[in-house]
């Protein structure tokens, strides 16, 4: 896991490490945002609503999915 300052990176540079590790972005210390890489076979489960019901997940309706959006509790 690595940790960036948010005045010396960009979003560019972080996605680009979140590939290989998860980017931890603090602003003055304290973390403020998490970037963690997927790949395509993780966007395909987090879009398949029979995956998510299997695994306890809840969804949003089908205009959501499409966008990627899931409901989370």
């Known amino acids: 896991m690595k940790t960036v300052l948010i005045e ?3 979003l560019d540079s972080c996605v680009n ?3 290989r590790e998860h980017v931890i972005v603090t602003r ?3 973390p ?3 970037v963690t890489g997927i790949d395509e076979e993780q ?3 987090g879009n398949n609503d029979s995956f998510l ?3 306890g997940g ?3 309706p089908r205009h959501c999915q499409s966008r990627g ?3 989370v509790d």
Do not use: H, S, V
Request: without cysteine; glycine residues 4%; proline residues 0%.
């Open 32 to 34: 403020t945002a998490l």
């Open 43 to 45: 966007l395909d489960l």
């Open 58 to 60: 809840k969804t949003y």
């Open 28 to 30: 003055q210390g304290k």
């Open 8 to 10: 010396q990176t960009n």
């Open 69 to 71: 959006i899931r409901k």
């Open 53 to 55: 019901e299997a695994n």
């Open 17 to 19: 490490e979140a590939q």
